[in-house]
């Protein structure tokens, strides 16, 4: 199967603006045979949980209609498109949510991060079930940038008959992520890891790029690049 991983610089509290630019991007990765298309942490609004606690129009639902030109795209791509924004939870409560619209723009999953990061945790209802969803036959583990930290997320990806971990995250180039993280998941639990990040400025700093893959050997089998917004494919599974 080809996944996309894909950045681009969210801009801040537009998600009219940031779904039409995710949109775009799932017809572009789908033309050219992408099944599944992994965005970065808070892509729908930009990483900004300050601006997000103080904004309620920016808390979505599962089936927010700001959302339709993104389930419009996975039909007509033929792709997954794994996005991630400010979810309302069954409470009143607000998750940093990965909501997995499949090819045919019906929720195939969603995924709430479990460990959040500094203000963060002001903000947000941490999640307490893992994320999984299954597309031709492969099963995928979804998590959440600083979720990556924590190996016992990937043990139980490859445990529960996962080949492919999606991680959705905001990283800067000082970030030893890059290079000591995600191939060490990919490498210590035999999985294929995905990444979506960010370009340009956020909440938490500078957006690095380098949106990419590693195969379960923890070398690089994709990398986007630091500089361009766009995406990058790779084979996994």
Not at 100 to 128: M, W
Request: net charge negative; with cysteine.
């Amino acid at each position: 199967m080809i996944t996309a991983a894909t950045q681009f610089a969210p801009v801040a509290g537009d998600i009219d603006a940031n779904v039409r630019t995710i949109a775009g991007l799932v017809r572009a990765a789908g033309a050219e045979g992408a099944r599944v298309v992994v965005f970065a942490e808070l892509c729908l609004t930009g990483y900004e949980p300050s601006l997000i606690r103080d904004t309620p129009g920016l808390v979505l639902t599962e089936d927010d209609p700001r959302l339709a030109p993104v389930r419009e795209a996975c039909r007509a791509a033929g792709a997954a498109a794994v996005v991630n924004g400010p979810v309302r939870t069954g409470g009143t409560g607000v998750g940093i949510t990965t909501l997995v619209i499949g090819p045919d723009g019906s929720l195939l999953a969603r995924y709430d991060k479990r460990n959040l990061y500094g203000v963060e945790a002001e903000v947000f209802e941490p999640g307490a079930v893992d994320g999984r969803f299954t597309l031709d036959g492969i099963r995928f583990a979804t998590a959440t940038c600083y979720d990556n930290r924590f190996p016992e997320l990937a043990a139980r990806a490859a445990a529960d008959g996962c080949a492919v971990y999606l991680a959705s995250s905001v990283l800067s180039a000082d970030n030893d992520s890059f290079d000591e993280v995600y191939p060490a998941r990919a490498r210590d639990f035999g999985l294929y890891v995905v990444l979506g990040n960010v370009l340009g400025p956020n909440e938490d700093g500078v957006g690095a790029g380098r949106a990419g893959a590693w195969g379960p050997d923890g070398e690089r089998i994709a990398d986007a690049g630091d500089a361009a917004p766009g995406f990058v494919l790779a084979e996994v599974g």
